[in-house]
């Protein structure tokens, strides 16, 4: 197991070295929060909260260029104003390349990764990228660092969607744990953070469904125990898209917080709750949580702004 005395994080209240549950909120600040968000937020917290365990929240913003203005202090505000609670101080991964660095260093002593000179235009169309560099033995400067993935399927049980598998040579390739640009790729960051953080499931949307063998693959080279997962179903707009900043999503609107929250307790199919200031209305969705409501679908039906 990859344990450094210096990768230290804040303290969860009543921290104890075991725990039952300790779920997550993982934002990128790629744009403001939407309605989207909010259905993995409210999710996430509820099933931490109906298991009587800890809920955490941390930013994904190593992708510097993605960040979008404005964003990470949108995403703390709303933490406020739909009156969640996390059990830790919030976490930025920006704050901790030192922590990813170190862990590459470490799969690059087992001999896990290597260093990658393939342009995007050198790939051209192909997704699953053929293992060019593998034997190369090209110095890690200036250049991507990819971990090796071996002729093996890996599955997993999804709380929502079933068994999923994927073969890690044939389905994925030889992916990046590092960009060429320095960039620190959110496949490595996740399940880093998800270890040191303690974490034991994961709730997030049906977009990050196919990410999960990789993880769950990484995850095992560095010995850490294996996640729960939960894949939710995700809002569409009215042209069949699922909401992002790239397809115009709405901010949520935080003067209309209990509305918002109404609504997206709804999306998630569970009994209604009464509007009242949201830390009420949580503390009764949380009450009447139940897994089972949800759609065991990638997609919820109708459309959302
Ligand atoms: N940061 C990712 C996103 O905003 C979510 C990561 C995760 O939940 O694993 O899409």
Redesign the pocket.
């Known amino acids: 197991m990859l344990s450094n005395p210096s990768l230290t994080l804040p303290l969860r209240k009543g921290g104890k070295a075991e725990e039952n549950y300790v779920g997550r909120f993982?934002?990128?600040p790629t744009g403001p929060l939407h309605f989207g968000s909010l259905i993995t937020a409210v999710a996430s917290y509820c099933d931490a909260r109906a298991h009587q365990g800890q809920w955490l929240v941390r930013i994904?913003d190593t992708d510097i260029p993605r960040i979008y203005p404005g964003s990470e202090e949108h995403i703390l505000r709303s933490i406020d104003a739909f009156q969640f609670e996390p059990d830790a101080e919030i976490i930025f991964q920006k704050d901790r390349l030192d922590i990813y660095e170190y862990v590459i260093e470490h799969l690059h002593q087992q001999g896990w990764v290597y260093a990658c000179q393939c342009t995007r235009k050198m790939l051209g169309s192909n997704h699953i990228y053929a293992g060019t560099c593998r034997d190369l033995n090209l110095p890690f400067e200036q250049q991507a660092i990819r971990l090796k993935v071996s002729d093996q399927t890996i599955c997993f049980t999804d709380r929502l969607q079933g068994t999923h598998c994927s073969n890690l040579q044939y389905d994925l390739g030889d992916f990046v744990l590092k960009r060429r640009d320095g960039i620190i790729n959110?496949q490595l960051a996740?399940v880093v953070d998800d270890y040191l953080q303690g974490m034991t499931h994961?709730v997030?949307?049906a977009d990050?469904l196919d990410n999960t063998e990789r993880q769950i693959w990484l995850g095992s080279l560095l010995g850490y125990p294996q996640l729960e997962y939960m894949h939710l179903p995700l809002a569409m707009n009215a042209q069949g898209q699922k909401l992002s900043k790239q397809n115009l999503a709405q901010a949520l609107d935080l003067k209309r917080a209990p509305e918002l929250l109404q609504q997206a307790i709804r999306a998630l199919h569970q009994p209604e709750v009464d509007l009242d200031i949201p830390e009420n209305m949580l503390k009764q969705a949380i009450a009447q949580w139940n897994t089972d409501f949800i759609p065991h679908t990638t997609e919820l039906h109708g459309s959302y702004l």
Do not use: D, I, N
Request: net charge neutral.
């Open positions: 993982a934002p990128s994904e959110y996740v994961v997030r949307g990050l």
